[in-house]
């Protein structure tokens, strides 16, 4: 099946730094790619949809200039926490779409293994 | 808005049934999938339903009722290793790529 893959999986960093979460599609091309945070108990929650050469859709509630959402080629796109606080903690999950699947009905998003962000 | 309802926490017991209800409240219906997630890690694609009726996957069959917003999941001969979240969720109505998730049910497998 189709492979997505997260770096890192795990980063503790100081507040106020910054931090890249990068996603890649393994095995195949990625239309869109979107990411998703998580926390303790929670359901994952959409902050925002990246499709390759464009500009991201943010979700409402999600600052655009914080999280930053660059999405470069096919396999690969980045989120940027900017300037991160204690609250930004949690886990971030990113998924992609198969190209190759565009317009079938099932459509089903493959999830990379998330990152796990703890900021002190 | 959409509106999914799930149980919070269940407990099994090694070997038998348990059922997941979902109800949900959407503005329209493009479609519901299950989820499995355990502990720190992602989810893994469990089902999709879009028509009624029930979809069986091996030990995993999950079912939809339209006219009742309602699906289950059924996990049957339960294994240890199916102790993890499960995730109703369904896409947004409005919007094809976008998948709007539940809480989330925790099950407990007992020995």
């Known amino acids: 099946g189709a492979v997505v893959s997260q770096h890192p999986s795990r980063v503790i960093c100081k507040s106020g730094t910054s931090v890249k979460i990068e996603c890649r599609s393994l095995?195949?091309?990625?239309?869109?790619m979107f990411w998703y945070r998580q926390f303790p108990k929670k359901s994952l929650m959409l902050m925002a949809t990246s499709n390759e050469g464009s500009k991201a859709t943010y979700e409402q509630g999600v600052e655009k200039d914080k999280f930053l959402i660059n999405h470069a080629s096919l396999t690969l796109s980045t989120l940027t926490v900017t300037s991160a606080h204690p609250e930004d903690s949690s886990f971030y999950i990113c998924?992609?779409?198969?190209?190759?699947?565009?317009?079938?009905?099932?459509?089903?998003?493959?999830f990379g293994p998330g990152t796990r962000l703890t900021v002190l | 808005g959409q509106n999914i309802d799930q149980p919070t926490e269940m407990t099994a017991t090694e070997g038998a049934i348990v059922q997941i209800n979902c109800t949900y409240q959407?503005?329209?219906?493009?479609?519901l999938f299950w989820y499995q997630q355990h502990a720190g890690e992602a989810p893994t694609f469990l089902s999709y339903n879009v028509l009624d009726g029930l979809e069986e996957k091996g030990r995993f069959s999950s079912f939809l009722s339209r006219s009742k917003g309602y699906s289950y999941l059924l996990l049957k001969e339960l294994q240890m290793k199916d102790s993890a979240s499960y995730l109703c969720a369904v896409r947004d109505p409005n919007r094809d790529d976008k998948i709007i998730f539940g809480k989330g049910t925790r099950l407990h497998i007992l020995p």
């Open positions: 998924s992609a779409r198969d190209r190759a699947l565009a317009g079938e009905l099932h459509n089903e998003q493959f």
């Open positions: 959407t503005s329209g219906f493009n479609g």
């Open positions: 095995d195949f091309q990625a239309t869109t």
